[in-house]
């Protein structure tokens, strides 16, 4: 593999192989926000996630070679055992525009079955999910016909694949937290790939993610197009300057144990998030008054019990609650008590840092 990402294609005059491979990924919360980008899916800013357990997507590639040729790869999409349209050309599309990087799928015949843990229209974004399992399937598939052994590179692979087909996918196909994006931090870390954060004080261990869903409804605006809006944004080169020193000082507390200090980070990068696309041009609002509502009580709880519990909001209303394994208890019973009132429906997935994807076949 070339430090471009570029696999061999299938020799000439081999017998039709046939196979399948089955990866489960889960979806990641970032902390440091990845808004903004250029280029073939490069970002902005480097990002910091941890990867969720109970948010997933299960994905299954079953493919047969052929000696012929096609310019475009042949597939056929299943989503949650039904044909899904839309979903099968974004694919298609995708999978059209990374042929260079794999070059084995102009000779193979594909069937792709994919469904979420959790609802489609839960709010929830699937693409993190859905696009490191289906880059995990192909990597894996390029490995087993290459007669290769998964290693370090494998997830590198994945990782960058995963990338192009949505950037915060990249974050997915690790457990734990993990980093996207060039920093002063370390070299190690890279535009085109995620790589794990290895210092993790264990107070992190285990970290919790009570998801509330307040709206399930279609955003007004895409992540793409909220990326594009970045591109002449009065606040741009402060904002990508800033998340880059966010992310160093978030990176730091997060190896010494500085709960408090995590948390006023992780909740400044939310509401910047936020404070960006308010003032686009077109401007927008995402949050909803319930969304609101969530944030203050969970400030005015920690500052009246001293709960080491804080928030973060993707590209949507609905609010991620974080909090260590060793708060669970207070945190918990206060979520319940106090915060489902505010979601759709009382809609809400309690998750936790998870051990990143599994090979299910
Ligand atoms: C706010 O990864 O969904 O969730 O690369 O266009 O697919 P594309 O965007 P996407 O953007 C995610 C933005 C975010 C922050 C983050 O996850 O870092």
């Known amino acids: 593999m070339s430090g471009n990402f570029i696999g061999k294609p299938i020799p000439k005059n081999e017998e039709a192989q046939k196979g399948t491979v089955a990866w489960r990924s889960p979806s990641n919360i970032a ?34 070679t052929r000696q012929d040729a096609t310019e475009t790869a042949s597939l056929n999409f299943l989503f949650e055992g039904k044909k899904n349209i839309a979903f099968e050309s974004r694919i298609q599309k995708f999978l059209d525009s990374i042929i260079a990087n794999f070059p084995f799928l102009k000779n193979v015949d594909l069937e792709i079955k994919s469904q979420n843990s959790f609802p489609h229209s839960s709010g929830i974004a699937s693409s993190a999910s859905s696009m490191s399992a ?30 192009l087909g ?12 993990c980093v996207w994006g060039t920093t002063s931090l370390d070299n190690k870390y ?13 107070i992190f261990e285990g970290l919790h ?36 020193r966010k992310l160093i000082a978030l990176a730091k507390h997060i190896a010494k ?34 969304s609101l509502q969530i944030i203050n009580q969970i400030r005015k709880f920690r500052k009246e019990t001293g709960t080491p519990i804080f928030f973060t909001l993707d590209a949507g209303p609905n609010v991620h609650v974080i909090y260590p394994d060793n708060a669970q208890k207070k945190a918990r019973m206060f979520v319940e ?7 759709e429906d009382g809609r809400h997935i309690f998750d936790i840092m998870g051990e990143g994807p599994q090979k299910i076949t």
């Open 31 to 64: 902390l440091v926000k990845y808004w903004g980008k250029h280029g073939r899916q490069l970002p902005r800013n480097p990002s910091l996630s941890f990867s969720l357990s109970n948010a997933h997507t299960d994905t299954q590639v079953s493919y047969t």
């Open 337 to 343: 008590s106090k915060l489902l009132d505010h979601c």
């Open 257 to 290: 144990g500085e709960v408090e200090a995590f948390g006023k980070i992780v909740e400044e990068e939310a509401l910047s998030l936020h404070a960006l696309m308010m003032c686009s041009d077109p401007s927008y609002v995402l949050m909803e008054p319930a």
């Open 190 to 202: 890279a535009d085109e790939y995620a790589v794990p954060l290895d210092k993790v004080h264990p």
């Open 166 to 177: 949505s950037g915060s996918a990249s974050r997915s196909v690790y457990k734990d937290f």
């Open 209 to 244: 993610d009570d998801i509330l869903i307040v709206s399930s409804v279609e955003k007004s605006v895409s992540s793409s197009a909220g990326h594009q809006l970045m591109e002449d944004h009065p606040f741009a080169e402060v904002r990508y300057a800033e998340a880059g």
């Open 134 to 163: 289906l880059a995990l399937c192909l990597t894996d598939i390029e490995y087993e016909l290459a007669g290769k052994e998964r290693d370090d590179s494998f997830f590198h692979k994945a990782s960058y694949i995963s990338r």
